[in-house]
């Protein structure tokens, strides 16, 4: 059972920068898709930048284009987001997600367009001065 761990969530003020981290365990394949996505207060989840374990590609939405980098390090089995420029509406729960093994489509899955294998238990991110 694949499980992740993420962390680096905290309080920031607005322009600020944050790294979130997401550690995977039990992979049992080098093909996922893993992915960070957000739910503020009231909101639906949606997602935020998705990354392919297999390829490097990745899918950023466009909210956070610019802003936002996600990267992987494969040995470390562990996906960063690094979020620059920090606004009060990036406030949210960050969740790290991956796919079933073999599913590396990094667009379908920030687009929660197919199924996910397994999720985190998220990290709180508050951008406020």
């Known amino acids: 059972q694949l499980q992740l761990v993420e962390s680096g969530g905290g309080l920031v003020q607005p322009g600020g920068s944050l790294r979130l981290s997401c550690a995977a365990s039990?992979?049992?394949?080098?093909?996922?898709?893993i992915g960070w996505f957000r739910q503020a207060p009231g909101k639906e989840r949606e997602g935020v930048s998705c990354?392919?374990?297999?390829?490097?590609?990745?899918y950023t939405v466009h909210s956070v284009k610019g802003r936002f980098t996600i990267s992987r390090d494969n040995a470390k089995n562990t996906v960063y987001l690094q979020m620059n420029s920090l606004k009060p509406e990036d406030t949210a729960v960050y969740y790290c997600?991956?796919?079933?093994?073999?599913?590396?489509?990094?667009?379908?899955?920030?687009?929660?367009?197919?199924?996910?294998?397994?999720w985190g238990q998220g990290t709180q991110v508050v951008v406020s001065s």
């Open positions: 039990g992979l049992t394949s080098d093909r996922y898709a």
């Open positions: 990354i392919s374990t297999h390829d490097g590609s990745t």
């Open positions: 997600a991956a796919t079933l093994p073999g599913i590396t489509t990094v667009q379908s899955m920030c687009t929660m367009r197919i199924p996910f294998g397994s």
